[in-house]
């Protein structure tokens, strides 16, 4: 074991760490840090929220804005235990904080950075802040934007906004409140008063969410106040930058790789324990004890790894879960996910036991309603690396690799199987199946990571070994195909398209497939960003916004049968800016009164190269011997003396009839006419049939300061552009 413990310390040592350069004084990067039990798909939309907001107020195209995901632990318990501890200003580990900078270390390149927190993200900006301050960056180009914080403060000076209607903070303030005697601070007033809808007033944790209230509710706040920081950061060049990067990343130590190792087995525990309390509501607090006792033993590891908590801090989090007094729906705070959510409070009412006993659990149930039965001496404490000796729990030895698991009968003539996360380390999963007797089909999956380059697409085939043959399938048995998969980046929307094909398995079958696809840019396995089984539609699309823009996007799209055999392909995608609107074309919309007739012309000045089709003046006719009068226009340059130029383009003559009505007069060129920034004459003559002469409408005001109808230097003819 000792030689294993050397091997994993000195390979997790050698592993690669990338370092980018080029850092960008000019630009600004917003880094969007979400809230307890967000999962990653729900922080991209509230990004996308964000950035769409702000473009639309500021029409900042270039500030590029991504997500620095705090990712949830233990179906929410280690969140709800580590922020207990951070408003004491006493996080307990460093782990999400450092897995953040690392995460976003890459994706950052400019040098200006406002760190925007929502809920129990706002203490990391707070953290992140003091980080990047004391490892060598100014404080100039570095801001904090705090939304509902529960914090008691914002780094930095920073501003922030909270709702007097956000019933989660409001709820932190009262436990806040009672913990003052050790220390606990009260969250920042509230400075601003979002109304409720009915549905979040019905909400026990109503007025929160980042997207459905905030943004919502105050969005000209939050754009303006994110517009002001951004306007106040300064960068200034830092020394040898470019070899490290926008900023210094943490190092990935021992302490941190060991808790990277438990969260591995303990999250997919403790999800696995959320997904059976889906399967029966019933099944909630079996499960949520499940939980809590998984939590309570990751947290004690972390201690033994760090050093940095204090007795406050372990008294707070002592009383948050177990408060007897506490109603069973509180929770410490919580943003998205309302099953996980109402776990993670259930179980913030409960007390722990003081030992590790297992403790069997059995809910009475009303008859003929499923029973939750959890195994005896199967909620053991997760291994750790760096001491994986095996704990007697009971006097019965536990193996490492020993996956706790719980029974659910659920009825029915067959086995239901929960979905497993194939890692390459053994991790604890929840085993469900029915009273029922049956034969287990068990199979084994091993699956290769798949690797591309830029701009490249590999295809990797999984294969497990063959299963028994009593359900009469085919051997060998085959993987099923990937059918006309595509990815495809449209730069204008920063939109990533994929679409497939229904796949067939050994068996030719489409029914029993599942296709999942996920983001493995900055890890892997990934974050998974799309899953589906259904089986009723011709083919398959997904839509996934980039976070930001300028760098590679990789992706594996998985299709796996009911045998667990697998197939996977890997895409490389790189994602370009988008480009900034076009420059509004010039125009002068007031008319006033006639400023002259045909034979003149307006001076028009263009600040960006452009195309257009046509010109719009406004006219009536004149009185005269013929019964029409009718006229074009021509598009000369400006010489320096300020007189007609080159010939550029003409349109096609139009006509009105004597007795018309004053309107406008588009004026369509036979092919589009590119003009360069730069002052154009565009000159309205008469003809080319003889006709009567036309008036122009406009004002003798001045109004557009860019040029002048001459021969009147105080007059401008009214007029607009059509683009091409």
């Not at 060049?237 to 302490?255: H, L, Q, R, V, W």
């Not at 004890?289 to 033993?297: D, R």
């Not at 007609?644 to 006509?655: D, E, R, W």
Request: hydrophobic share 35%; with cysteine.
């Amino acid at each position: 074991m000792k030689y294993f413990v050397g091997f994993f310390i000195l390979f997790i040592f050698l592993l690669p760490y990338n370092v980018f350069a080029g850092c960008n004084s000019d630009s600004s990067t917003v880094v969007y840090i979400n809230g307890i039990l967000t999962t990653y798909p729900d922080a991209l939309k509230d990004l996308d929220n964000l950035r769409i907001g702000y473009v639309k107020k500021t029409g900042d195209y270039f500030t590029n804005f991504i997500v620095g995901y705090n990712e949830s632990h233990i179906a929410g318990l280690g969140d709800a235990v580590e922020t207990a501890s951070q408003i004491l200003n006493s996080s307990i580990s460093d782990y999400d904080r450092n897995t953040i900078l690392i995460q976003i270390h890459s994706q950052i390149t400019t040098r200006k950075i406002l760190l925007l927190g929502h809920s129990q993200g706002t203490f990391y900006t707070n953290e992140i802040y003091d980080y990047l301050t004391k490892h060598g960056e100014p404080e100039s180009a570095l801001g904090v934007y705090n939304v509902a914080t529960p914090a008691s403060f914002v780094a930095g000076d920073g501003a922030y906004v909270t709702s007097k209607n956000d019933k989660v903070i409001n709820f932190v303030r009262v436990k806040a409140s009672a913990a003052s005697k050790i220390g606990a601070k009260q969250p920042l007033p509230a400075n601003i008063d979002i109304s409720l809808t009915s549905a979040e007033a019905a909400d026990r944790n109503g007025g929160h969410s980042f997207s459905g209230v905030y943004l919502t509710g105050a969005t000209a706040k939050i754009v303006s106040d994110v517009d002001s920081a951004l306007k106040k950061l300064l960068a200034t060049e830092i020394p040898d930058s470019a070899k490290a990067g926008c900023f210094t990343p943490p190092e990935k130590s021992i302490s941190y790789r060991a808790q990277e190792a438990i969260f591995f087995v303990a999250d997919p525990t403790a999800r696995g324990a959320v997904v059976a309390a889906q399967t029966t509501y019933n099944s909630a607090l079996a499960v949520t004890q499940s939980a809590v006792k998984i939590a309570e033993t990751v947290y004690t590891n972390l201690n033994q790894l760090s050093t940095n908590i204090s007795s406050k801090g372990l008294a707070l989090i002592s009383g948050y879960l177990d408060n007897s007094e506490q109603p069973s729906n509180d929770v410490v705070t919580t943003d998205s996910n309302p099953v996980q959510q109402n776990v993670a409070d259930t179980a913030l009412d409960n007390a722990i036991p003081a030992d590790n006993t297992p403790q069997n659990i059995e809910t009475p149930l009303p008859e003929n309603q499923p029973q939750v039965i959890v195994a005896e001496n199967t909620l053991v404490q997760p291994p750790l690396l760096i001491n994986p000796e095996p704990q007697p729990i009971n006097e019965t030895p536990i193996t490492p690799t020993s996956p706790p698991s719980v029974s659910i009968p659920i009825g029915g003539s067959g086995p239901v199987s929960v979905p497993q996360q194939n890692n390459s380390v053994n991790s604890p999963a929840d085993e469900i199946q029915t009273n029922t007797s049956s034969t287990d089909n068990n199979s084994s999956t091993t699956t290769e990571n798949s690797s591309s380059s830029t701009n490249t697409t590999s295809t990797n085939n999984t294969s497990s070994t063959p299963p028994d043959n009593s359900q009469s399938t085919s051997t060998p048995r085959t993987p099923p195909t990937i059918n006309s998969f595509q990815a495809v980046y449209t730069s204008s929307t920063t939109q990533f398209d994929f679409s497939w094909l229904p796949s067939a398995d050994s068996e030719g079958s489409t029914t029993t497939n599942k296709y999942s696809i996920y983001d493995i840019t900055t890890s892997t396995p990934g974050v998974l960003i799309f899953e589906t089984s259904s089986t009723a539609t011709s083919s398959y699309s997904f839509a996934y916004t980039a976070t930001d823009t300028r760098r590679n996007y990789q992706f594996n799209f998985v299709v796996e049968d009911s045998l667990n055999l697998s197939n996977s392909t890997t895409t490389t995608i790189f994602a370009e800016t988008p480009a900034p609107p076009p420059a509004p074309l010039p125009s002068q919309l007031i008319r006033d009164e006639i400023i002259g007739t045909t034979g003149g012309a307006q001076k028009i000045l263009f600040g960006a190269s452009t195309t257009i089709s046509a010109a719009v003046f406004y006219t009536e006719p004149n009185g005269g011997n013929y019964c029409c009068s009718q006229a074009y226009v021509e598009i000369h340059a400006v010489t320096a003396e300020d007189t007609l130029g080159v010939f550029v383009a003409m349109s096609s003559p139009k006509t009105i009839g004597q007795y018309d009505a004053p309107g406008e007069i588009t004026f369509t060129f036979d092919s589009p006419v590119s003009l360069e920034a730069a002052p154009y004459w565009f000159i309205v003559s008469d003809g080319p049939s003889p006709t009567n002469r036309m008036g122009i409408y406009g004002s003798v005001h001045d109004p557009y300061p860019d040029g002048y109808w001459k021969p009147e230097v105080s007059s401008d003819a009214y007029f607009r552009l059509i683009s091409q």
